[in-house]
């Protein structure tokens, strides 16, 4: 099984809503990651779990709040977003410290905040 | 820090034509190089990678070598169909970013017709 799962494919929620995105993988990955992708621009990364902890934070605003609860899946919280936070969320894994291996994207979830 | 630079896109190629994606990166030590495709409403794909220098990754009749003298892995075909239209992305991952995280080009797009 080489594919990371997210879930749901859409979504649209209002600026006083709490909704979560999840992620699955059954890679034995250990690195898993949350980008934040515009139309026509690359992937910007969010987060980053190492064995289950939070190793990287961009910088992103406390309205999304990550979670790993075991080694297969992520979370992604989202809590009284902007429109402008309306993106496609990608979910991500790879093997931790091999690099020379590539990282396995989802296919998405689509976001629009209304 | 690392970094990729990308051509300039949107790139518009006629169907059979010889498709070129430069793309030069500055990373301290020894990356893998990867490209990405991401066709309209998905995730990103790996196309093909390289994990070092003069390696050449090939998939589905595109190919790209690591140049390290010329810090550059520039991706070709030699005929493009339709279906190749896409945004492709240059990443590298490096030993320096914590758990091996990408780096992406600003991606190109890629209209290929008929």
């Known amino acids: 099984d080489t594919e990371v799962t997210q879930t749901p494919k859409h979504l649209v929620m209002g600026m006083t809503n709490k909704k979560s995105l999840k992620c699955e993988q059954h890679m034995g990955h250990r690195a898993m990651y949350w980008y934040k992708q515009k139309a026509k621009k690359p992937p910007e990364l969010m987060f980053v779990y190492s064995y289950e902890k939070l190793s990287i934070n961009e910088s992103v605003p406390s309205r999304f709040s990550p979670e790993c609860p075991n080694s297969s899946l992520l979370n992604l919280h989202l809590h009284a977003l902007q429109p402008e936070d309306s993106a496609l969320y990608l979910c991500?894994?790879?093997?931790?410290?091999?690099?020379?291996?590539?990282?396995?994207f989802g296919q998405g979830t689509r976001l629009t905040v209304v | 820090g690392d970094s990729v630079t990308q051509m300039e896109g949107p790139v518009t190629l006629s169907e059979e034509a010889f498709l070129t994606i430069n793309c030069t990166y500055t990373a301290t030590g020894y990356p893998s190089l990867f490209w990405y495709v991401q066709y309209p409403g998905e995730g990103l794909q790996l196309l093909l990678k390289?994990?070092?220098?003069?390696d050449k990754g090939s998939n589905k009749g595109f190919e790209a070598t690591y140049r390290k003298e010329t810090t550059s892995f520039h991706l070709e075909k030699g005929s493009v169909q339709v279906s190749d239209s896409a945004v492709y992305f240059c990443a590298l991952r490096s030993i320096r970013g914590n758990a091996g995280k990408s780096t992406f080009g600003d991606g190109t797009t890629l209209t290929v017709k008929p």
């Open positions: 390289a994990t070092k220098a003069d």
């Open positions: 991500a894994s790879s093997q931790i410290q091999e690099i020379n291996t590539e990282a396995f």
